[in-house]
Nanobody, 126 residues
Framework: VQLQASGGGLVQAGSSLRLSCAVS????????FGWFRQAPGKEREFVASISDSGKSTWYVDSVKGRFTISRDSAKNTVYLQMNSLKPEDTAVYYC????????????????????WGQGTQVTVSS
């Protein structure tokens, strides 16, 4: 499984960005997606996750109401719509794939995902 992320950039506070991540290769019959981010000098943190059906989503408190995760199963793609961006959202954002073999592990941790994208930089200026 390979993931290719895109959509990062440099924006001003209050702006919006949409990240995309396409998965290719042999996937499991059911799989979730996740987004994590890593700011300079900090550990990678969970941002959002979406279930296989797309009906269930999870977010870290700091992005609730501003970020929306969605997926297009026909395109094997997950999106992260980021609105009202803040300087503290500046980080490298990583998409992640979670096969059904990982469903017994917390989706909030890196260990709960099998494969990762290359990361895309998001920089929010004040």
């Amino acid at each position: 499984v390979q993931l290719q992320a895109s959509g990062g950039g440099l924006v001003q506070a209050g702006s919006s960005l949409r990240l995309s991540c396409a998965v290719s290769g042999r996937t499991s019959n059911n799989y979730d997606f996740g987004w994590f981010r890593q700011a300079p000098g900090k550990e990678r943190e969970f941002v959002a996750s979406i279930s296989d059906s797309g009906k269930s989503t999870w977010y870290v408190d700091s992005v609730k109401g501003r970020f929306t995760i969605s997926r297009d199963s026909a395109k094997n793609t997950v999106y992260l719509q980021m609105n009202s961006l803040k300087p503290e959202d500046t980080a490298v954002y990583y998409c992640a794939y979670r096969s059904d073999s990982m469903f017994g592990i917390s989706r909030y941790t890196e260990n709960g995902y099998d494969a990762w994208g290359q990361g895309t930089q998001v920089t929010v200026s004040s």
